[in-house]
Each structure stands twice: as C-alpha cells, then as structure tokens.
C-alpha cells in the first residue's frame, strides 16, 4: 500500500534549523511530483515548496522562499525539506505530498498522496 511518511520535526528555537525528511513507500515514486504543505491550528493547508520528478524543477511560496530548500534522492524514494532561519510562524504540522501530474502539486485539494504529517515547533 502506498503511503508517505515523514519524520524530523521537533522543538527548535528561533532562528535554528530543521531538516524534514519524507519517505515514500508501496509505489515507485521516482516519477511523481513531491512537494510539502503546513497547517497551523485553525488555518487551511499552505503549499511550501514542490519539485520535479527528476529534481530539476523546484518550486516555493514566497513565505519561505531563500530560508527553505527542497531535495529529493530517487534512490532512497525519499524527498527533504531543509528549513533554515526558522521563526516562530513556521509552527505548523508539516506535510509529505505526491502527485503523479505535476501541476497538482501545489494545490491541497488535488493532491493525490499525503503523509500523515509531523509537528515543527519554533520557540521564541
């Protein structure tokens, strides 16, 4: 059976580092597109960043555009979220998609596969 599952979330104050790391399994998913989303408590889901199967293509929203940076590794099936600078809004559950259409990616409510997401806190 197909799922994503991430880990590397955790506590960190402001201004750390944190690298997020998604692993996918039941499917090859050299071929589909992988990116992340976020959820804070009583906000919808925000797109972060998406990237091509191939890892040519990488895509951000501006809200972290330069402090994120997203990877991927076909070998392993696995894709990473490097997040640097962190700030206290960055608090969010954080989520592992993949869609085999690209253009899916960044939207919640096309994606066709989602982790079950990992909690990143960032202290003040």
């Known amino acids: 059976q197909e799922r994503l599952v991430e880990s590397g979330g955790g506590l960190v104050q402001a201004g750390g580092s944190l690298r997020l790391s998604c692993a996918a399994f039941g499917r090859i998913f050299s071929r589909y597109a992988m990116g992340w989303f976020r959820q804070a408590p009583g906000d919808d889901r925000e797109f972060l960043a998406a990237i091509s199967w191939d890892g040519d293509s990488t895509y951000y929203d501006d809200s972290v555009k330069g402090r994120f940076t997203i990877s991927r590794d076909n070998a392993k099936n696995t894709v990473y979220l490097q997040m640097n600078l962190l700030k206290p809004e960055d608090t969010a559950i954080y989520y592992c998609?993949?869609?085999?259409?690209?253009?899916?990616?960044?939207?919640?409510?096309?994606?066709?596969?989602w982790g079950q997401g990992t909690q990143v806190t960032v202290s003040s």
């Open positions: 998609v993949a869609d085999e259409a690209g253009a899916n990616i960044v939207n919640p409510h096309e994606v066709e596969y």
